[in-house]
Every structure is written in structure tokens, then in C-alpha cells.
């Protein structure tokens, strides 16, 4: 054989080795590829603890276990409203995990959650909590509701609404408690009980931080007599041998907090598999058990009971539908004619 004629021998029997062997296909090569996957968590300051601590290596776990992929986060955590604004102008969060319907929604407006997020387990919501008073060791100002935080000798701290969701929880705890106190006296409502009842309290806030967890920061250094914050963060302080004693009023409100996968980041990160489950293992009893541990109220009716002594229902407790729902408070409540609006309007021209 020629050296020409070899060398066209060689060369068929390299294409024909080509089409027989054609190597891994490009949905082949990803898998191959894909040893570890990053997941981007955007989330309020709060719930932290609980998601470092056991909910994601417990999530990091069974993924793992189940399809041999290793799942590393990044995780970022600050006020809610601001973390809401912070994935609307480019974070790119793959779960979205905030303290209140508003903040997901202003995500929604800007076309990054595509999905009805409010049609999955629990309306979307993850955990529950309740507003309360946290006060300082002894009760030395004998503080038992809401009026007591109307007194002269009485500092209240809680956060901005501006930049907080935990803070709009609160003023609208306080405001939904003027309704109920009005509606269990006299048989119904009393709207302008319940303005006065937000102004006079608001006149005794001595700061108003950037997120709850900054105030409650900010009363840990000595500052103020009463603290407004969730009964999850008390109980985190609790747990970790603080001496952190609360009130949980008779009329307060039932808090959720939502959670929801941010459709235009994880289709462009090619996460969606990994965040859907993420969320889907969010709701499981082994992540309610663990909200639960850190002093969340759980969405689970089973982990419920399992933690009944440990949160004890008030008597007068109520949720975001006796207020309207949120579409009505964030006009009603913080826009340019709202209650709280025209109390900080009026309490600046006193000044």
C-alpha cells in the first residue's frame, strides 16, 4: 500500500470511529459537569440563624444524598424591604425568603417572579410569628399592653417602615389592636381610636433603626424600656441564654412570612431544579421543626401541636385580613394619604 492510500485508509477509519463513539452529548457534558451547583439566597436579617445553622446543611444534605450534587449558597441577609428592593435592581437571588407579602410583590411588579408564588403550600408562606413587647428584666415599668406604651415615662423602640418589613408589622399590630380594643368594647371599630393610639405610641419611639434586627441590637445597648419585635427573635435571644422577657399582648398580630423562587434569575442561572426543591424542602417537617427550634411558629398543623406549649395562641390574635390584606394597607396604612403617613406628618409639625 502507498503511503497516499494509507493515509485515506486511516483517515476513514478515524470518521468512522467519530460517528460510532460521538462522545458525550452536550446534556451529558453538564451533568458530568455538574459536581456542585450555588444557590443564591436573598433574605430578611431575622430568620438567619435558623437557615444557617440547620436549614441549609440540612437541605445540603439530602440533596446530596439524592442526586449526588453538591449544593454551596450564597446568602445574603438584610432588612426585608430593603433586601425586596435589592434583588428588584439586579441581586440576582435564585429564593427570595422575606418578612412580609409586600416585599415579594415589589419583585413581582418588576417581572422577576413570573410564577403565581401565592398558589404553593400555605399561600407561600413559610413561617408564622407574632408581634410582642419585649421588655426589660423585672418589668420595672410594669408594662402590660399596648396603652402602657402611650405613657410620658415610656421609650419605645422598633424600626423604620421605610426600610424594614418588620417595622410595618408592627405599626400595623398596633393599629389593627386600636380596631380590635374598639370592636371587643363596643361592638365595632373605631378607626380614629385606632390613628391615636398609633400616634401616641409613635410619639414615644426613641429610634427607629434600619431593620429589627439593628433595633434589637439597639436595646441590647441599654436604649429604650419596651421593644417591639417578633416573638421568634425573643425567643432566639432566649435560646441563646439572654435574659430577653416578653409580652405577648391579648390583640396582636398573626405574622407570615413568604418565600418565593425568582423566576428570571434562576432560568438564567440554570437553577431551577435545585431552588424549586429548596423551597419545596422549606416546607418539610424537618425544616418546620428546625423554624420551630428558633422560635418560629410553624406552617406544618403537625409541628403545630408538636410545639404547642411553646407558643400559646392570645386571645385576640388576628392576621392581615382584618386589616384588608396587604393590597389595601400599603395604601391605607403607608401611602401618601395613609395612617401612618399622616402620623409622622403631624408628629414633625408638633416638633
Avoid at 457534558?29 to 446543611?57: F, H, R, W
Avoid at 421568634?232 to 422577657?245: C, Y
Avoid at 390583640?251 to 424549586?276: C, F, M, Q, S
Amino acid at each position: 500500500m502507498t503511503l497516499k492510500k494509507f493515509g485515506k485508509v486511516y483517515l476513514l477509519l478515524f470518521l468512522a470511529l467519530v460517528l460510532v463513539f460521538p462522545g458525550c452529548s452536550k446534556k451529558e457534558e453538564n451533568k458530568a459537569a455538574a459536581g456542585s451547583v450555588t444557590l443564591i439566597l436573598g433574605a430578611y436579617t431575622v430568620p438567619k440563624d435558623a437557615y444557617q445553622n440547620e436549614v441549609i446543611p440540612a437541605f445540603q444534605k439530602m440533596w446530596k444524598e439524592k442526586t449526588g450534587q453538591e449544593v454551596k449558597f450564597q446568602e445574603s441577609y438584610v432588612a426585608s424591604g430593603a433586601q425586596g428592593r435589592n434583588i428588584s435592581a439586579g441581586f440576582e437571588a435564585d429564593v427570595a425568603a422575606l418578612s412580609l407579602e409586600h416585599d415579594i410583590q415589589t419583585i413581582v411588579k418588576k417581572g422577576l417572579i413570573t410564577h403565581d408564588w401565592k398558589s404553593k403550600r400555605c399561600n407561600g408562606f413559610i413561617t408564622r410569628s407574632l408581634v410582642v413587647m419585649v421588655y426589660r428584666p423585672g418589668n420595672p415599668k410594669q408594662v402590660k399592653d399596648w396603652l402602657d406604651l402611650t405613657r410620658n415615662d415610656i421609650d419605645v423602640i422598633y424600626p423604620s417602615p421605610r426600610t424594614s418589613g418588620g417595622a410595618m408589622w408592627f405599626v400595623n399590630a398596633i393599629y389593627g389592636a386600636g380596631l380590635k380594643i374598639t370592636e371587643l368594647k363596643d361592638g365595632k371599630q373605631d378607626a380614629d381610636y385606632a390613628y391615636n393610639l398609633l400616634k401616641k405610641i409613635q410619639r414615644r419611639v426613641k429610634v427607629m433603626d434600619e431593620s429589627g434586627r439593628a433595633s434589637v441590637t439597639t436595646f441590647e445597648n441599654g436604649i429604650g424600656d419596651i421593644l417591639l419585635t417578633y416573638e421568634n427573635e425573643a425567643l432566639l435571644r432566649q435560646l441563646q441564654g439572654k435574659e430577653f422577657p416578653f409580652i405577648i399582648p391579648d390583640a396582636t398580630l398573626l405574622i407570615e412570612n413568604p418565600v418565593a423562587l425568582v423566576d428570571k434569575h434562576v432560568d438564567k442561572h440554570g437553577t431551577r431544579e435545585v431552588a424549586e426543591a429548596f423551597v419545596e424542602f422549606l416546607y418539610s417537617k424537618e425544616a418546620q421543626r428546625s423554624f420551630a427550634r428558633y422560635g418560629f411558629r410553624s406552617v406544618d398543623e403537625e409541628v403545630v401541636k408538636e410545639f404547642a406549649a411553646k407558643y400559646p395562641v392570645p386571645p385576640y390574635q388576628f392576621d392581615m385580613s382584618y386589616l384588608g390584606g396587604w393590597a389595601k394597607v400599603n395604601d391605607s396604612i403607608y401611602g401618601p394619604e395613609g395612617v401612618w403617613t399622616k402620623v409622622i406628618q403631624q408628629l414633625a409639625d408638633e416638633q
